[in-house]
């Protein structure tokens, strides 16, 4: 992984993230590493591994159902097909 920054700013009840010099690459390890963050702190505050990896798969799909429906409305950038 290259030298890159990930800010993530919370006002106000929303969530901002600004990338500088970051591959796609790089933003899905950092996914991947923040994944085993949340996992792991569930787990030091009494969740069983069953409920974190149950929690975790929810989360994910809860993410990939956003990423649809953003792509059927049709993203600014893009636009659907």
Do not use: W, Y
């Not at 590493?33 to 975790?56: A, I, P, S, Y």
């Amino acid at each position: 992984m290259q030298d890159c920054k990930l800010i993530v700013t919370v006002r106000d009840n929303k969530v901002n993230f600004q990338g500088q010099e970051i591959s796609m690459e790089e933003l899905a390890q950092i996914a991947g590493f923040l994944q085993v963050f949340v996992g792991t702190e569930g787990l030091k505050r009494g969740l069983d591994l069953d409920d974190v990896k149950n929690n975790m798969l929810d989360i994910h799909l809860a993410a990939m159902d956003t990423i649809e429906e953003q792509f059927r409305e049709g993203f600014p950038e893009r636009g659907a097909p």
